[in-house]
Antibody
């Protein structure tokens, strides 16, 4: 059974960079597309971006200028960096798996992590 | 981007009743590339329906999806206690993929 686990600081100061890692267990990171999705409290989810195991990425245009997603296949994990954060970036952050993604579109997400809450505050 | 509007915002029903949830898209979603997720408090979303009407692995047949174009529906034929939760639709036809704001199914 594939499991995903997010990790990283729960509190980030405004203007700093949010950094999270998603560790995949129970299966290989290779051959799948891995996304970051966030959900502000009381709102619907928002797709941030995806990475394939070969390093190919695609980001939501609304966040593209601030987002970097990377992968380390040797450690079976992938990471998110979101620069210049503001209070609007406060949310639950999830990592998730999709079978296929292309040009900014992913097939439905079949495995999700439990999520990690990130608050942006001084 | 495609905006998905879900209605109603909250649905108050009793166990055993039928639930009908709506998801309307701001433009046509081709090839019925629409999914539904269930989310319970403190948990990640769980995929219920993909391709507008296909149930994901392990999803009971009381969950059904229908629709095309701009109007989609999730139906729960007879509510079980574990079905009281938030439900989100997601389109994966046009980049970027987007989610609706959700419908809460609560106990009456």
């Amino acid at each position: 059974q594939v499991q995903l686990q997010e990790s990283g600081p729960g509190l980030v100061k405004p203007s700093e960079t949010l950094s999270l890692t998603c560790t995949v267990s129970g299966g290989s990171i290779s051959g799948y597309f891995w996304s970051w999705i966030r959900q502000p409290s009381g709102k619907g989810p928002e797709w941030i971006g995806y990475i394939y195991s070969d390093g190919t990425t695609n980001y939501n245009p609304s966040l593209k200028s601030r987002v970097t997603i990377s992968v380390d296949t040797s450690k079976n994990h992938f990471s998110l960096k979101l620069a210049s954060v503001t209070a609007a970036d406060t949310a639950m952050y999830y990592c998730a798996r999709a079978g296929y993604c292309t040009h900014g579109i992913c097939s439905p997400f079949d495995y999700w992590g439990q999520g990690t809450r990130v608050t942006v505050s001084s | 981007e495609i905006v998905l509007t879900q209605s109603p915002g909250t649905l108050s029903l009793s166990p055993g009743e039928r639930a009908t949830l709506s998801c309307r898209a701001s433009q046509s979603v081709s090839s019925r590339q629409l999914a539904w997720y269930q989310q319970k408090p403190g948990q990640a979303p769980r995929l219920l329906i993909y391709g507008a009407s296909s149930r994901a692995t392990g999803i009971p047949d009381r969950f059904g999806g229908s629709g095309s174009g701009t109007d989609f529906t999730l139906t729960i034929s007879r509510l079980e206690r574990e079905d009281f939760a938030m439900y989100y639709c997601q389109q994966y036809d046009t980049s970027p993929g987007t989610f609706g704001q959700g419908t809460k199914v609560e106990t009456k």
